[in-house]
């Protein structure tokens, strides 16, 4: 899939289903890319991930920047999309646009901010202003301690009834994506429906144009904390503990090095 959005819009009008990826490094970003992942994101999940933090609050400007850096070095072909931390876009959309302009000079071409309504003002300005901007709602991890935890979002019709406007309006202000995490499967296909933008889903099930997941999760390096809607396509702890401990038992055996 090309970077070009225009291409992402153009592959939700036609049905095409696409995958997106967290990574946090050069490597990764590289095996990603070449694996035919369409989109990787530079989350602030790193914070929890990459840094043992828990949960993504701690997570600097500085810190994303330099990440995003380095995966959009890794990248020839996804979309790179970065997120804009906790604390470095709420105040204003001045504070927002500031924010993002590092982080798309860092090689990000899309930035992901959470929150619905409140951030209407801040989508159009940075929108109006060159900056595409994906669009985070329903459970929004910032915004953990509101919630009171990591809890599915939309439960009610209330509430569902309020992410669907807020869906729509984020969009019209010009969000060029919506990602919506951690709610009602249906509710995720009314909105997919609704907008002509693409939308990508996490734990908000099939109907979604993209999907998204946690790079740690899908490789199983985050058995003790992954959500119960991800996947482990592999025990990476497993497979990767063994290869260390492998390594750590050759040394002490003298096995390797071998002689020269
Ligand atoms: O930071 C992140 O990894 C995210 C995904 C969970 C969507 O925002």
Same mark, same amino acid.
């Given at each position: 899939m090309s970077r070009s959005l225009n291409l992402w819009d153009k592959a939700k009008r036609e049905g095409k289903r696409l995958s997106f990826i967290t990574a946090y490094d050069y490597p990764f970003a590289k095996l990603a890319d070449a694996a035919g992942i369409d989109g990787i994101l530079i989350g602030d999940s790193l914070g929890m991930m990459?840094?043992?933090?828990?949960?993504?609050? =701690?997570? *600097?400007l500085e810190q994303m920047e330099y990440h995003t850096r380095i995966v959009a070095r890794g990248a020839a072909n996804a979309l790179i999309m970065a997120d804009l931390p =906790?604390? *470095?876009?709420?105040?204003?959309p001045a504070q927002a646009f500031a924010a993002a302009a590092r982080l798309v000079k860092a090689g990000a071409q899309i930035v992901k901010l959470e929150g619905g309504a409140p951030m209407l003002e801040t989508v159009a300005f940075l929108s109006s202003r060159g900056i595409p901007v994906c669009a985070h709602i329903g459970l929004t991890p910032q915004h953990v301690h509101q919630f009171g935890g990591f809890r599915r979002q939309g439960k009610t019709q209330e509430a569902a009834a309020k992410l669907f406007d807020d869906a729509i309006a984020l969009a019209d202000a010009g969000a060029r994506m919506v990602l919506m995490e951690a709610i009602p499967a249906s509710l995720a296909g009314e909105i997919t429906r609704r907008l002509s933008v693409p939308t990508i889903g996490i734990g908000?099930?099939?109907?979604?144009d993209a999907q998204v997941l946690v790079l740690h999760d899908v490789l199983g390096l985050n058995p003790d904390r992954a959500p119960d809607f991800a996947k482990a396509y592999i025990n990476g702890a497993a497979l990767l503990g063994q290869a260390l401990a492998q390594y750590a038992s050759e040394v002490r055996e003298g096995g390797f090095p071998g002689a020269p």
């Open positions: 990459v840094a043992g933090d828990p949960h993504t609050l =701690f997570v *600097s =906790f604390g *470095s876009f709420e105040e204003s908000a099930g099939p109907e979604t």
